[in-house]
């Protein structure tokens, strides 16, 4: 028994190794340098839209997000992530972006007339919300759900999808009982009548 005792006493009593010495000539990486640039990102999201605008505005939309990812100066998460994103993803890095900056790089994408870009951001703003009332979230994804019914005009897609983002964005945390139960069954309400308005023309949601 004495003699892996004196190995351990003997291991513990080691002189510590020393640290490795740091290559001279090579910066340290830093956990806050982006991967990527404005251009990268800038890239990344106007492929988020590609599909479903004029390829000749594929320029002016590239330039218009790279001059405000220098001018917001996004951090270096949101660059990378939107760099890297893939199809479906834009709620998902836009996240990384406060509300101005997120709400920014929207009105650029979805452009100032109803288009199917409009549909991919309206997408992107719903994927924000987490409301915190059952009905309310479970509301927010039949709209969402919505969005992809090809037989409702994309007009009165983009305006659900839109006020629906817009509204359920304020804070219901603070609210009290009575107020969340009456928000409740509004939400409720809603589902159901989104849901007969889609079953209409052909749409399950």
């Given at each position: 028994m004495r003699g892996p005792l004196l190995l351990l006493v003997a291991a513990c009593s080691s002189p510590a190794p020393e640290p490795a010495k740091q290559?001279?000539?090579?910066?340290?990486?830093?956990?806050?340098q982006a991967k990527h640039t404005c251009a990268h990102a800038a890239r990344g999201l106007s492929g988020a839209t590609r599909g479903v605008r004029e390829p000749e505005t594929e320029a002016e939309i590239f330039d218009a997000l790279a001059a405000r990812c220098d001018r917001d100066a996004w951090p270096v998460t949101a660059i990378d992530c939107f760099a890297e994103m893939a199809e479906g993803e834009l709620g998902r890095c836009a996240r990384q972006l406060d509300e101005p900056k997120r709400e920014a790089v929207f009105a650029v994408l979805a452009g100032n007339e109803p288009s199917e870009a409009g549909i991919v951001v309206a997408r992107a703003r719903l994927d924000q919300l987490s409301v915190g009332i059952e009905a309310c979230d479970r509301f927010v994804a039949t709209v969402r759900?919505?969005?992809?019914c090809d037989a409702m005009s994309l007009e009165v897609r983009l305006s659900i999808g839109n006020e629906t983002a817009?509204?359920?964005s304020l804070p219901t945390d603070r609210l009290a009982a009575d107020d969340v139960q009456r928000m409740s069954q509004v939400c409720v309400t809603s589902d159901e009548t989104l849901r007969r308005e889609a079953s209409t023309v052909g749409c399950t949601l």
């Open positions: 290559q001279t000539g090579v910066p340290p990486t830093l956990s806050n759900a919505a969005l992809s817009q509204f359920w």
